[in-house]
């Protein structure tokens, strides 16, 4: 039989957060670190070069095949008809040799108001050998997990969108080797809504656009047969501005903002006796502070703005934020760079980005680098340290144009 723990290791390898302490249970005597777990993290995980090079910023920048991760509203903005998008990223290379994502997006103008996309996210976990509580061997199996994407955009008006989405997730990762564990599976939906508008500066004009998005908004998941525990998918609310100048007929900067908080409810601190040992009410817990995650999917949405055991203080180091700037020369070559901050208490993630794209006719290549500034990273030991993102999108209609026109001639 797998240990419970090996399963909850996994997950925040996946999710690569960086704590020091317990997850906001059985302290009893003080709240340090209260990281708030859900399942199938990865879907968290920024999938695109190009918003990873920005400090993991997406929810207003301008909009690309990537969209969908960030705020599928974009895409009734978006200026290709018909786009294709494939990104890969080595994941958390520090701990694990063989870990990584790949991601699938794919576009399609409809009308002039309207366009539908699609994505497909895969998170591979590599080959990992399962042994049993008495280290017998279980065998080597490659865990995995993915989700599928679609969703419809269209624009209310010359300035606005809005989109809609759906998502199935499905997470494998004890392979069924054990008899009481199986593999999870939940339906999402996103709602978001897009805004962007001509401004102008004196002698400079630009873009100025906003973006509200809320992400993953599906039913738990459980990975057990008996369904007696069910974990949280990590519903999200992502908002944002963006400014983009246009200097001169060659050269233009973007400045970014995100901010995001996980629509999950906080772990509470539980009452322990003078053992040491959680105060049992029956079957349930007995909360000191906090309130109970056991919760709907909706009130958990709700509950996640008022529930953390630290009060009002902690709800506001529920939020992470992101800076992020782009530059373009010519519309053929970007040089990209961001910086993401999480607060310690809950997981302690803050790193640089930098990044670079380039555009050649009718193909789009980027790449990001992350740089972790917090003190972990000082001492060589981040798992997140070097994670390196690449992309490709390829304009399909400008490439049927292109050949037409060389046919012609």
């Not at 269209?154 to 809609?164: C, E, H, I, M, P």
């Not at 020369?329 to 970007?334: G, L």
Request: aromatic share 12%.
């Amino acid at each position: 039989m797998i240990k419970k723990s090996f399963v909850i290791l996994l997950g925040l390898l996946m999710a690569g957060v960086i704590a020091k302490g317990q997850q906001g249970v059985v302290t009893g005597q003080g709240l340090e670190y209260n990281v708030i777990p859900t399942a199938v993290p990865f879907m968290m995980i920024a999938p695109d070069a190009r918003s990873a090079g920005m400090g993991d910023i997406g929810v207003a920048t301008s909009p690309d095949v990537y969209s969908m991760h960030w705020n599928p509203a974009k895409y009734a903005f978006i200026e290709d008809d018909l786009s294709v998008g494939l990104a890969y990223s080595p994941w958390l290379r520090k701990l694990v040799p063989d870990m990584n994502i790949a991601y699938l997006a794919i576009s399609k103008r409809m009308s002039d108001k309207s366009t539908i996309a699609g994505s497909l996210k895969y998170f591979s976990l590599g080959e990992i050998n399962f042994r049993g509580n008495d280290n017998e061997d279980l065998g080597t199996y490659s865990p995995n997990e993915f989700a599928v994407d679609l969703c419809y955009s269209r624009k209310l008006g010359d300035y606005l969108s809005a989109a809609v989405a759906g998502r199935f997730i499905y997470s494998h990762l004890t392979q069924g080797v054990t008899n009481y564990s199986r593999a999870a599976w939940s339906v999402a939906a996103d709602v978001s809504v897009y805004y962007q508008r001509p401004v102008y500066f004196s002698s400079i004009d630009g873009d100025f656009s906003w973006g509200v998005a809320i992400t993953n908004m599906g039913s738990k998941m459980s990975y057990t047969n008996a369904n007696s525990r069910t974990d949280f998918v990590p519903t999200n609310l992502r908002l944002g501005p963006s400014l983009k100048l246009n200097i001169d007929e060659y050269n233009s900067i973007a400045l970014s903002v995100d901010i995001n908080k996980l629509l999950v409810p906080t772990p509470p601190i539980y009452k322990v006796d003078s053992t040491g040992h959680i105060v049992m009410d029956g079957d349930k817990y007995v909360i000191e502070k906090g309130m109970d995650p056991n919760v709907s999917m909706i009130q958990g949405m709700f509950q996640s703005f008022y529930d953390a055991p630290g009060g009002f203080s902690e709800e506001l180091k529920e939020f992470t934020w992101s800076i992020g700037a782009e530059y373009w020369y010519n519309k053929v070559f970007a040089v990209r760079a961001g910086y993401f901050h999480e607060s310690q208490m809950k997981g302690n993630r803050k790193y640089l980005t930098f990044g670079a794209g380039l555009r050649y006719n009718v193909l789009a290549i980027d790449v990001s680098y992350l740089v972790p500034v917090n003190n972990k990273a000082n001492s060589g030991t981040n798992p997140l340290e070097g994670t390196l993102r690449f992309n490709l999108a390829f304009n399909i209609n400008k490439w049927e144009k292109n050949t037409k026109l060389e046919k012609v001639d």
